[in-house]
């Protein structure tokens, strides 16, 4: 479904990524990890369309979307929670969501829409009227990643989810993730918390200096040496 | 005096509904492309020019001489966006503003070639009442209630439309907008559109009040400006509130002392609040 090939990208002079290959399929959980400065976050904006990859190409659907601009990238069917949400702090949690269903498909289904989020985010039901910058740092990931579903996308990108949140919240926001899975959507995932997005996962990449160093179903994943070793603390 | 200066208190409440709609494209535009749009003036000035070419010197009526000086005004501020601030979006902010000084020379120096330096006004008498000892002009309640209704629409649309939200939140972040899928540079053309639009309407407003001259837009640019930082740049509730106190301290500062103590202390509000709230009346601020 999601198809990124040989994908390299520089911000400016200095080269982070270095002919990246990932995949995500069809209902599909996939996570990226690797430590800070891997180039993560870089590969969900490349995709995204925020940076334009220097060469390599990306495909949704067998189109291909690496010359798009951002808000046709989004049209086409994925959406985004970046990195610490970046939700709308002076738009109330209602615009917030409302935002969410931009995309010319999915502003018909506004009103049943956020009814369907409202019943899995009962909370932001109760806060609908309030600035979103008044909610706390769970709610407003909550916030983010619902405004990322308002759309009914078929990839879902999460950015660090887990990024400056309290442990019991980080499970809280893991739960959710574990949640949008069952729904059915294809995920992908970059995470710092290893052990937490492995136990989501279907396929997992590990990311090193802006390169691919090894990848595999999540059963393969864990048996690695050096992932053990590294990564998980065995 | 008492009575002098409830006088001066209307005209400036008048004047401040005014000085509100000039700001609030300059503030839009702003809060929008993070640029400050040095030619403002200058676009209601080619507005006053408009109108006073068609009632004067053609004699279509004033009314529709106003509507064809909106439409001129927003297809310049259309052609100002795609001709100097387009190309330069990707540069430094700098750039962007030299620019706009550039479109402001170049407006009125071509206002001085073809009009000359006089001052045109369309001449109208219009009546005036009172409401016990305070006088109110017609001429400039008709633009208070021009400029208001117009605000009041600008708030429907910035809030109940989908175009409306996705300005508010390119306000807000404007990569995160476009992961919204909101075509960021569609959201900048419309704020032109707009800030053009609103630009004509107080043309449409300051006509019957002040007659034009070449240098005309200058000063209009610049108590723009003032309403903008005044307000907390880019807050278009702050905006509002700042262009009533502007309007205020002009009018009733020029009857305590004279018209251009009057003028200065709306300067020495801007000192005071860059000094002691650099943020602006309802600014928020931000962190180096």
């Known amino acids: ?234 | 005096m008492i009575i002098l200066l409830l006088n001066a208190f209307a005209n400036g409440i008048l004047y401040g509904g005014v000085l509100a709609l000039l700001a609030f494209g300059m503030n839009l535009i702003f809060g929008v492309l993070n640029v400050i749009h040095l030619a403002y003036g200058q676009c209601v000035m080619v507005g006053l020019y408009v109108i006073y070419v068609l009632t004067v010197m053609l004699g279509i009526p004033l009314l529709l001489s106003c509507l064809i000086a909106i439409a001129v005004s927003s297809i310049l501020g259309v052609l100002i966006h795609l001709l100097t601030v387009r190309p330069l979006l990707k540069a430094q902010l700098l750039n962007q503003l030299i620019a706009l000084v550039g479109v402001m020379i170049v407006l009125e120096n071509l206002a001085l070639a073809i009009f000359g330096g006089d001052f045109l006004a369309i001449q109208l008498i219009f009546p005036v009442f009172s409401v016990g000892n305070v006088f109110i002009k017609i001429s400039m309640l008709i633009p208070f209630v021009c400029s208001i209704v117009t605000l009041a629409f600008l708030w429907l649309f910035l809030n109940k439309t989908y175009t409306g939200l996705a300005i508010r939140a390119v306000v807000q972040d404007t990569e995160t907008a476009s992961l919204m899928a909101i075509n960021t540079k569609r959201i900048y053309l419309i704020t032109f559109v707009i800030g053009g639009i609103l630009s004509g309407i107080a043309a449409a407003c300051l006509a019957p009040i002040y007659s034009v001259h070449p240098h005309f837009g200058s000063a209009f640019t610049l108590t723009a400006f003032v309403i903008v930082v005044v307000g907390g740049c880019g807050n278009l509730v702050g905006g509002f509130i700042a262009s009533f106190i502007i309007g205020i301290i002009s009018q009733v500062g020029g009857v305590i002392f004279t018209t251009e103590i009057g003028e200065l202390l709306v300067y020495v509000i801007l000192m005071l609040v860059i000094l002691f709230r650099p943020q602006g009346l309802l600014g928020v601020r931000v962190k180096a």
Request: charged fraction near 25%; glycine fraction near 8%; proline fraction near 4%.
């Open chain 1, 1 to 234: 479904m999601l198809k990124v090939e040989g994908i390299s990208a520089s911000y400016g002079k200095f080269n982070v990524l270095f002919e990246i290959s990932i995949e995500v399929g069809q209902k599909s959980t996939v996570i990226t990890i690797g430590p800070n400065g891997a180039g993560k976050s870089t590969l969900l904006k490349v995709i995204s369309g925020l940076l334009k990859p220097t060469s390599g190409n990306i495909t949704l659907h067998g189109e291909r979307i690496d010359d798009k601009e951002p808000y046709q990238i989004i049209e086409l069917g994925i959406s985004v929670v970046p990195e610490g949400g970046r939700i709308f702090s002076e738009l109330s949690v209602y615009e917030n969501l409302k935002i969410g269903t931009y995309v010319k498909r999915a502003r018909k289904i506004l009103n049943r829409r956020i009814l369907e989020i409202f019943s899995l985010f009962p909370i932001l039901q109760e806060r609908q009227k309030q600035m979103a910058g008044s909610l706390s740092g769970g709610e407003r990931q909550m916030l983010a990643i619902a405004r990322a579903l308002m759309s009914q996308p078929t990839i879902i990108m999460l950015d660090e989810p887990s990024c400056g949140l309290s442990p019991l919240v980080v499970k809280n926001v893991f739960k959710l993730v574990d949640r949008i899975k069952a729904e059915g959507y294809s995920i992908l995932l970059v995470e710092q918390n290893v052990s937490r997005a492995l136990e989501l996962a279907d396929y997992a990449y590990l990311l090193e200096s802006g390169r691919v160093q090894f990848s595999g179903k999540r059963e393969d994943f864990v048996q690695n040496p050096y992932v053990k070793k590294s990564y998980l603390g065995m």
